[in-house]
Nanobody, 124 residues
């Protein structure tokens, strides 16, 4: 069983930056595809970014392209989401997720494991 724990969320003014981290344990992290999703109040969970097992392939949602960067460190069992030029519409709970095929995935139902989430609040 894989456990995922997110950290790094918080409050920031529009235009600011945050770096989210996700610590994985209990599985073979280096073989998993990883993703970040978010859910704002009253809205469905949406895809943010994904990275393949090696880190060689990444894919971002159009809403965050050019602002967010996903990366991973397999030696530390960590995945990161660097968020720059934050906007109020980025306010949400951000979730880290892992899937067993190792590929980049943009659909939530393809992920096998989920963290509990970390709140990001961007004020205008």
């Amino acid at each position: 069983q894989v456990q995922l724990v997110e950290s790094g969320g918080g409050w920031v003014q529009a235009g600011g930056s945050l770096r989210l981290s996700c610590q994985a344990s209990g599985g073979t992290f280096s073989t998993y595809g990883m993703g970040w999703f978010r859910q704002a109040p009253g809205k469905e969970r949406e895809f943010v970014a994904t990275i393949s097992w090696s880190g060689g392939s990444t894919y971002n949602a159009d809403s965050v392209k050019g602002r967010f960067t996903i990366s991973r460190h397999n030696g530390k069992n960590m995945v990161y989401l660097q968020m720059n030029s934050l906007k109020p519409e980025d306010t949400a709970v951000y979730y880290c997720a892992a899937e067993r095929t190792g590929y980049t995935r943009a659909r939530a139902h393809l992920y096998n494991y989920w963290g509990q989430g970390t709140q990001v609040t961007v004020s205008s």
